[in-house]
């Protein structure tokens, strides 16, 4: 047995660290340790509650901000231009139409139900664009004067105006040629093209030289024409 009265005996440097290292193990063993490792588990589900936040999702500060693309304003629609227009003539439902925008002859005639049987379609541009305010009449088969509206307003477009007398075939412009029964375009491009090239019809039986143009077809306008 050691005499306390005697100063305890010098440890060597081996012995301290043994000794050291006796009393760390019993702090980390037994309970001392549940208890460590049950503080880190609460540790970590704090730091995690920070960051993530309570709903689950990444908190404000958490998350770098992304920047919000501005939205550009649609360009305002222009609103289509109403027209007004009458068609008269050879159609199943003569009348005043409205188009909610551009519109051409042949919605014209869609609207107004239709040609009539006896309508002259070969001296109607269906291609042409109305107009607002236009006069449209559909002439019929051997109708030689075309009608004009008493207070003005236009045809359709190939429709030339009602002649006072028979056409010219010596100044009669590609719209006049038009007008007259079964010329369409490719006859009076022909008919032009010949004229150009001999200088001028010297009678009307000349009309049998330009393309397009036989005995039938001469004798259904030899009545319209002059030199």
Known sequence: MEDPSLPPPQLTPAERVREMWDDYRHLITGPRLLMAGAGLVV?????????????????????????????????????????????????????????????????????????????????????DTLVDGQWVYFPRFGQIQIPAPLNGGGLAGGLAAAQ????????????????????????????????????GFASVDGLLAVSGIGPSKLDQIRDLVAV
């Open 43 to 127: 540790a970590i589900a704090v730091a995690v509650y920070l960051v993530v936040g309570a709903n689950g999702a990444p908190r404000p500060e958490a998350v770098i901000p992304m920047a919000t693309p501005l939205a550009v304003p649609a360009a305002p629609t222009a609103e289509p231009t109403p027209i007004v227009v009458h068609a008269a003539g050879a159609v199943y439902a003569p009348g005043v139409y409205l188009f909610r925008g551009e519109a051409r002859v042949h919605d014209l005639v869609q609207a107004a139900g239709g040609l009539a049987p006896d309508a002259d379609y070969d001296r109607v541009n269906l291609a």
């Open 164 to 199: 006072s007398g028979p056409l010219n075939l010596n100044t009669a412009t590609t719209a006049q040629l038009e007008s007259l029964p079964g010329v369409g375009p490719a006859i009076a491009a022909a008919f032009i093209e010949h004229r150009q090239r001999i200088g």
